[in-house]
């Protein structure tokens, strides 16, 4: 059974993610933080991580740049994942060879197309790893190009580059000042908003309860 491993601080990100990959028949391990991920990257040992960009104390670049700089993990391919609205740096993500880039809210058939087409190019590398010549000192894997498009949609396997190729980018007129990914104003999807505003609720609600409840008990005290 392919492992996979989910870093994201989002409830509904998770409870999503977890949804959607089980559905699959794939192991599902979570975590809210970058530091817990870099802990359990050793013994969940996952075939593909799909990484938070904006998670706390490690960012999801640093998460992929420790696995893509460790020859151990030659084999583990790693999607970032960024909020409908949140910006991505897709120059620090060529820099630390991401294979992908997925925006939330997830959608279904991107996740599971994206994370299946990573496990299979990653095969070869995941059965090198396996065989007693593993064990001999490795050197780090080269660069691969990172694939895909950051809407989430299907990838075509990864092959190994010399050096990370540019990602295609819609052009846009100078007058644009959308945030990318966004669509225009006639191409608005009601459910998306509704999705990113429930991500964003999620990640306000611990500070807004704590607000709320101090100004309650000072409300009593008086």
């Known amino acids: 059974?392919?492992?996979?491993?989910?870093?994201?601080?989002?409830?509904?990100?998770?409870?999503?993610?977890?949804?959607?990959?089980?559905?699959?028949?794939?192991?599902?391990?979570?975590?809210?933080?970058?530091?817990?991920?870099?802990?359990?990257i050793p013994d969940v040992d996952p075939d593909v991580v799909?990484?938070?960009?904006?998670?706390?104390?490690?960012?999801?670049?640093?998460?992929?740049?420790?696995?893509?700089?460790?020859?151990?993990?030659?084999?583990?391919?790693?999607?970032?994942?960024?909020?409908?609205?949140?910006?991505v740096d897709e120059a620090e993500a060529r820099r630390v060879n991401a294979d992908a880039v997925l925006k939330k809210p997830l959608e279904a058939s991107a996740v599971v197309a994206t994370v299946k087409a990573l496990i299979e190019a990653a095969r070869p590398d995941r059965k090198a790893a396996s065989s007693p010549a593993a064990s001999a000192p490795a050197e780090a894997p080269p660069a691969r190009r990172m694939t895909g498009s950051i809407l989430g949609l299907t990838l075509a396997p990864a092959k190994p580059v010399t050096a990370p190729a540019p990602i295609a980018a819609t052009p846009q007129a100078p007058a644009d000042r959308r945030p990318a990914g966004m669509p225009e104003a006639g191409e608005?999807?009601?459910?998306?908003?509704?999705?990113?505003?429930?991500?964003?609720?999620?990640?306000?609600?611990p500070a807004l309860i704590e607000e709320i409840a101090g100004r309650v008990m000072e409300a009593l005290r008086r």
């Open 188 to 205: 608005i999807d009601s459910e998306l908003v509704r999705a990113a505003v429930t991500v964003a609720l999620d990640r306000a609600m």
């Open 50 to 87: 799909l990484a938070d960009i904006f998670l706390p104390h490690k960012s999801g670049y640093q998460i992929c740049e420790f696995i893509k700089t460790n020859p151990k993990y030659r084999h583990a391919r790693v999607i970032l994942l960024a909020g409908l609205l949140e910006p």
């Open 1 to 40: 059974m392919s492992r996979v491993l989910l870093a994201d601080d989002s409830p509904h990100a998770q409870r999503m993610g977890e949804r959607i990959l089980r559905e699959e028949g794939f192991e599902v391990v979570t975590v809210t933080d970058g530091d817990t991920a870099l802990i359990r």
